[in-house]
């Protein structure tokens, strides 16, 4: 049992009592207990993040798009083993260009255990908007507020608990390039992805009377249809948008799938 | 034998043919009035495109509650009256139209043909707009070109990529699949009294002039209008802040429908572009001008209405210039500093 | 019950796109800015800024040098110079000793090795004449200036300094309908073309990335600088006086250069205009904060990612490559070898351009890699002027250490100051390595953009020295 782990300093000084567990693997995932997938902006340190976590070594450039192909990895932490999916860097998951296709479709339909959420910490602002629909998304997830060195460096203070508070799900302040915070991550990553923190997202709140009603008006009608379809305002929001795969996925009803994986993973 | 032949050939023939030789193939591939060029055009002129233009123009009056009779199909399709008449006959004998008095009007089947026309060519402009570089005012033709010859599939693998859109690029509702349409909204601008107001939802893009000219005026849908007098029949109205004055056959060409709940802005934007080094402003909105990808791009970067921005830094050459928007600098050239519009708050522009 | 399903999930359909109709053209928009404006209020809460802002007013500090009027581009091309002169002078050393070790040392090794265990002739020949040989001098000439070219550029990369590159560089590329990376792509064109495509993947612009993918070629590579050398010292420093040769020839080699920049822009310019017209088009140039580079990482990514990612490509190119040049060497029907037949037969033809059949026939079998042009030239030199006493024996491609040597060979072959010239201008334009054109299948997974990247090139350079030598002729004649 590791301690409850929502740490506000990120531990630079305090023992590193889990590198023992931490038996870093490469990419022979046979057996796999938790899948997670980490998303971001570009040019957030998340493959340095991932890098991190899984032991591989991808190239990260200070370069907005680096990532190009989606890397997988692995590691085994608390006798747990965990595959990662490191997902293209992207801005927005709204529109229709193939990497944020990819990684919206990863999150809704692959069902990761937790989805880690990469952010700047010096532009905070235009990261939560990744940040927020992801929440529309997936209910089990964790932010690794990354580059909190550079943030310290332009005196930007952020607090940590209000921010975890708004979102509803742990936030893990870190600096990936000098492998601060990768243990508090890895704590949060363990308790979201066993369900001992019970993550209560952020749902969108700004949106027009109007468009609340046609969401509300169809996320019923998909209701009836889906009784156990977790995150059902998402989907309507997307039926709204034309996104095809949803499209499909009502007509094929393989949207009806996406609960029973959920809840076999609770189980 | 051909080695002596060339050896033989002196150097000023030689570039003459060269020369020659080059030619002909810029012409063969000269855009618009190259070889290829012309075979496409004769490949155009055939029945069933002219057949499926006039279903098109039929449908449109009908959905606009129009007449229309055989000149104006012979006027709409600029082809003889002969033409237009043999053009009926077999429409009439397709079983397309039916014919009251000098009325004509769709049947059943000719409706759901021409809807699944205009659906194909509504995506297409859709796709032309938001996908590629093509000018503005060459959508329609262009679309017209190729909504002719391509697959059903092919267009709903095209609409499908796109997230099915249901709008075209100058507001008009696309056709669902299955031959649905909205009841048509809103009134022409000409027949709007003064104080009223509302958002364009409309701009039709024939004829073309025309269109050009409303465009060239910065008029597009979504733009939200208050009509500030009539004068002679002529139309005076605010839009985005700047006063313009439309005649009545211009202003026929632009639908509006009413909005109860927004007050019209009255305040003018200024451009991004207008920024200088070190001011402040806050961003109103981008100009639906910008589209696709440029538009999707500049959106994730942050410019969206109410966030902060001020002109960080210019490129040693001048023209893109460094914004820094929610802690980020970020290149913008002119052009699109252009397309996004600004409110500078004189208490804010002090750095 | 099924078709009740069905049924009824087609309504949830067709009520959506019911309701899309009524929210408007702007509910794209709208969507976005409820989700920025939750984003806006989270993060005034949560983030303080305290004070001036310290990291950044020193960026933005060294961002009004960089990107000044004034000092902007001096800036930009001392920097470029310093890596471009590291790259020459550090990799000549290396270079040399690895050839010294892979072909004047293991090679004869080899040989002796296959002589030895009494290897038939043609077997040795093919592989170690060939294939070996083949893959040894594209490992001696390309690993070294790679190996120091990459790091140097990734590092400038890391700590920032690119994007402001680009940043400067915009209204040029602007012009030509091209986008500001473009130039990064091209610098990066100037270590190697299959690196500077692979690039092209920051441009994030459906027709911009095309525009740098098909005209990096005209960056002159790594592989192409020695060729340029040579051929400008033997055929153009040998026109002015001995004294002045050296600076004579070298700015004969930088004008190919600046041509290659110039055919950049206006085939840039002219894509834009054309193909490439209907392609998609946006800008966005992020302008990152500087950022200390990890220098060891730094290094140790770009060798892995870059240097030998590239090189293993080049040499299993080469290989098959150095078997094709020793057999058209050997293969003999009629009492001639495969490659004086063509030589023969293409030697007018080539005439024409102001070229010989020598050349078309070495730029053919050595498509692997431009590093391997010029010993097939003298190869294919010798073997089709019947000298004998230079070289290897039959087929096997090599180099000399003197280059009055060379110009010996070259001027038996007829070689004269027009074909120097033309080699050059070819050199420069004509079809990338097969390395690259593979990495430009890979980038743009279309066969249309990979043929014309392929195929535009070595059209412009057969136009651009056919007017060359017509005009040649005509003021000579």
Redo the contacts between chains.
């Keep these: 049992m590791t301690t409850p782990k929502n740490n506000l300093n990120n531990c630079a000084t305090c023992p590193v009592h889990n590198k023992e567990n931490l038996i870093k693997l490469g990419l022979s995932l046979d057996e796999i207990d938790y899948v997670i997938t980490m998303a971001g902006n570009p ?1 957030t340190g998340k493959s340095t993040v991932f890098n991190n976590l899984t032991g591989l ?1 991808q ?8 990532t ?1 192909t989606r890397a997988e990895g692995g590691f085994i932490y608390n006798e747990k083993r965990y595959k990662v999916v490191d997902l293209p860097g992207t801005y ?1 998951l ?1 529109s229709t260009s193939t990497d944020e296709e990819v990684a919206r479709n990863f999150i809704l339909f692959g069902q990761p255990d937790v989805t880690v959420i990469v952010v700047d910490a ?1 532009r ?3 990261n ?2 990744l ?3 992801i929440l529309e998304i997936t209910d089990r997830a964790v932010l690794c507020l990354n580059l909190m060195d ?1 943030a310290r ?8 608990r ?2 975890s508070k ?2 509803g799900i742990p936030v893990i302040p870190a600096s990936a ?1 000098r492998k601060v915070g990768m243990n508090e991550l890895l704590a949060a990553i363990e308790e979201v992805a066993s369900g001992k923190y019970v993550c209560r997202p ?1 749902k ?5 009377a ?2 609340n009603h ?1 969401i509300s ?2 996320s019923a ?2 209701a ?2 889906f009784p156990k379809l977790p995150n059902l305002n998402w989907v ?2 997307r ?4 996104d095809n795969s949803i ?1 499909e996925a ?2 094929s ?1 393989e949207l009806g799938s996406i609960n029973a994986q959920t809840e076999t993973a609770q189980a | 034998m ?3 032949i ?2 033989s050939i ?3 023939s ?2 003459v043919a ?1 020369f020659a030789v ?1 030619g002909i193939i810029f012409w063969i ?1 000269w ?1 618009k009035r190259g070889l290829l060029a012309l075979l496409q055009k004769i490949k155009m002129n055939n029945e069933r495109v002219q057949l499926e233009d006039a279903l098109k123009y039929l449908f449109d009056c009908e959905y606009n509650s129009n007449m229309c009779n055989m000149n104006s199909i012979a006027g709409n399709l600029n082809i003889s009256d002969d033409k237009a008449g043999q053009l009926i006959e077999r429409l009439l004998s397709m079983g397309l139209i039916t014919m009251d008095n000098q009325n004509i009007s769709l049947t059943d089947t000719g409706k759901s043909y021409s809807l699944r026309v205009i659906r194909v060519h509504r995506i297409w402009e859709r796709y032309l707009a ?5 000018a503005q005012a060459d959508w329609h033709n262009e679309a017209d070109r190729i909504e002719h010859f391509v697959t059903r599939e092919d267009t709903e693998k095209l609409a499908a990529q796109m997230g099915n859109p ?2 075209d690029p100058h ?1 008009d ?1 696309i056709p ?1 699949i ?1 031959g ?1 349409l ?1 009841e048509p909204k809103g009134k022409l601008l000409n027949h709007m009294k003064e104080g009223e107001s509302g ?1 364009i ?1 409309h701009i039709e893009d024939e004829p073309r002039s025309i269109y050009e000219q409303l465009v060239a005026q910065g008029l597009y ?2 733009m939200p209008v208050f009509v500030t007098g009539v004068d002679n029949g002529k139309i005076i109205f605010a839009a985005n802040g700047d006063e313009c004055i439309l005649t009545p056959l211009f202003a026929a060409q632009i639908t509006v429908e009413a909005l109860s709940d927004k007050t019209p802005v009255s305040a003018k934007h200024e451009l991004l572009s207008s920024l200088e080094l070190g001011e402040r402003a806050e961003i109103a909105g981008i100009s639906p001008n910008c589209r ?3 538009r999707r ?3 994730d ?2 410019v ?4 902060m921005v001020s002109a ?9 210039v ?1 914004y820094r928007v929610m802690g ?6 002119k ?2 500093a252009d397309l996004i519009f600004i409110h500078k708050n004189n208490d804010d522009t002090k750095k | 019950m099924n078709k009740n ?1 069905l049924q ?36 005034r ?12 007013s020193l960026d ?1 500090k060294i ?2 040098i960089v ?3 004034w ?3 001096p800036l930009m091309f001392l920097m470029l110079a310093v890596v471009f002169w590291l790259t020459v002078a550090g990799a000549n050393y290396p270079s040399g000793l690895l050839a010294s070790f892979l072909i004047d040392y293991m090679h004869p090794i080899l040989k002796q090795a296959a002589a030895s265990i009494n290897m038939p002739w043609w077997l040795d020949g093919v592989l170690i004449d060939g294939a070996y040989l083949a893959m040894a001098w594209v490992i001696a000439v390309m690993l070294p200036p790679m190996a120091i070219f990459f790091p140097l550029f ?1 590092l400038l ?4 300094y ?2 402001r590159v ?7 590329f ?1 012009r030509a309908g091209a986008h ?1 990376k473009q130039a990064l792509t091209m610098s990066m064109g100037f270590g190697c073309n299959a690196a500077g495509v692979i690039a092209a ?2 441009i ?2 459906p ?1 911009e990335r095309l525009i740098a993918i098909i005209t990096n070629n005209f960056s002159l590579c790594n592989g192409r600088w020695p060729t340029q050398i040579l051929i400008a010292t033997i055929f153009i420093g040998s026109l002015v006086p001995a004294g002045i040769a050296g600076f004579v020839s070298a700015g004969a080699v930088v004008g190919i250069a600046i041509l290659g920049i110039f055919f950049s822009l206006v085939v840039s310019w002219g894509l834009s205009k ?1 193909v490439l ?13 500087y ?1 200390p ?2 220098i060891l990482q730094t290094i ?3 060798l ?2 870059r240097t030998v990612f590239v090189l293993w490509r080049a040499i299993v190119f080469a290989i098959p490559a150095g078997v094709v040049i020793w057999l058209v060497a050997n293969i003999h029907i009629a009492d001639l070898s495969l490659a004086e037949h063509f030589i023969q037969w293409s ?3 080539a ?2 351009f102001g070229l010989n059949g020598v050349i078309l026939l070495a730029y053919i079998i050595a498509i692997p890699a431009n590093e391997i042009v010029i010993p097939t030239v003298l190869m294919l030199t010798v073997l089709s002027t019947g000298t004998h006493g230079m070289g290897e024996g039959t087929g096997v491609i090599f180099e000399l250490d003197s280059v009055g040597d060379t110009a010996n060979i070259l001027h038996a072959g007829g070689w004269t100051l027009l074909t120097g010239i033309n080699l050059m201008l070819f050199s420069l334009l004509h079809n990338p390595c097969s390395t690259t054109i593979y990495t430009i299948y890979k980038e743009t997974r279309s066969v249309k953009w990979t043929m014309v990247s392929t195929f535009l090139p070595i059209v412009l350079g057969f ?1 651009v020295t ?2 060359t ?6 003021w000579f ?1």
């Design positions: 040019n070594r190239h990260t450039g200070n370069w907005p798009g680096k190009v927005s709204l010096t905070l602002e235009r939560l908007n940040a927020l629909q550079e460096r332009n005196q930007i203070e952020i607090d940590v209000e921010l708004e979102l390039r952020h969108i709140k700004s949106r027009s109007k468009l046609a008006n169809l009608k998909l009836k249809h309507a929001l039926l709204l948008e034309g499209i009502v007509q009803g | 051909i080695k002596f060339i050896l002196p150097p000023g030689m570039i060269g080059l591939f855009p938001d996908e590629t570089s093509i249901v709008f507001g509702p669902s299955d649905d909205p958002q939802i849908p979504g696709g990808q440029q791009r500049l959106m970067l942050g969206v209405p109410g966030s960080e830094m210019k490129s040693a050459s001048g023209d893109p460094g980020t600098t970020i290149g913008i050239r052009q699109q | 399903e009824e999930r087609n309504e949830i359909l067709s009520e959506a796109n019911k309701a899309r109709w009524d929210l408007g053209v702007n509910f794209h928009d709208t969507v976005i800015e409820a989700i920025y404006e939750d984003a806006s209020r989270i993060a809460k949560t983030v303080k800024q305290q004070g001036e802002k310290a990291a950044y933005l961002d009004k990107t000044s009027r000092l902007g581009f990734t990369e890391d700590l920032g690119l994007p680009a940043f400067n560089m915009d209204s040029m602007r500001g993947r920051v994030d612009s027709r054309s017209k209907g392609e998609a088009s946006a800008f966005s140039l992020e302008l990152p904060p950022r580079p990890r140790y990514t770009s892995i990612d030697g007018p033809f005439l024409v136009i056919f007017f030598t017509q005009i040649w002729y005509l004649s």
